[in-house]
Nanobody
Framework: VQLQASGGGLVQAGGSLRLSCAASGRTFSSYALGWFRQAPGKERRFVAAISWNGSRKKYADSVKGRFTISRDNAKNTVYLQMNSLKPEDTAVYYC????????????????WGQGTEVTVSS
């Protein structure tokens, strides 16, 4: 599976962005998908995850109520809708796919996209 993330950019605090991650491969619909982010000088951290059929979702406490993860298996794409953005959301965002079930651990994910940069100005 190859993943290509897009949709990052510069936005003012309080604004919104939608990240997309397009995947290649026939088994996309069987994978759990996740979004992680890495701020400058910090470790990569979990943001959100979604099960293979979209029935279950999990969010980091820091983004609950502001971010929404979704997927379209017909388009081999996972999305992250980000609303009410804050300067602390500034990071490079990575999408990931894994066959071990949905979760917040990076170890569950075998495949990673290249990242898309999000900058939130105050």
């Amino acid at each position: 599976v190859q993943l290509q993330a897009s949709g990052g950019g510069l936005v003012q605090a309080g604004g919104s962005l939608r990240l997309s991650c397009a995947a290649s491969g026939r088994t996309f619909s069987s994978y759990a998908l996740g979004w992680f982010r890495q701020a400058p000088g910090k470790e990569r951290r979990f943001v959100a995850a979604i099960s293979w059929n979209g029935s279950r979702k999990k969010y980091a406490d820091s983004v609950k109520g502001r971010f929404t993860i979704s997927r379209d298996n017909a388009k081999n794409t996972v999305y992250l809708q980000m609303n009410s953005l804050k300067p602390e959301d500034t990071a490079v965002y990575y999408c990931a796919a894994g066959g071990y079930g949905m979760g917040s651990s990076a170890e569950l994910y075998d495949y990673w996209g290249q990242g898309t940069e999000v900058t939130v100005s105050s």
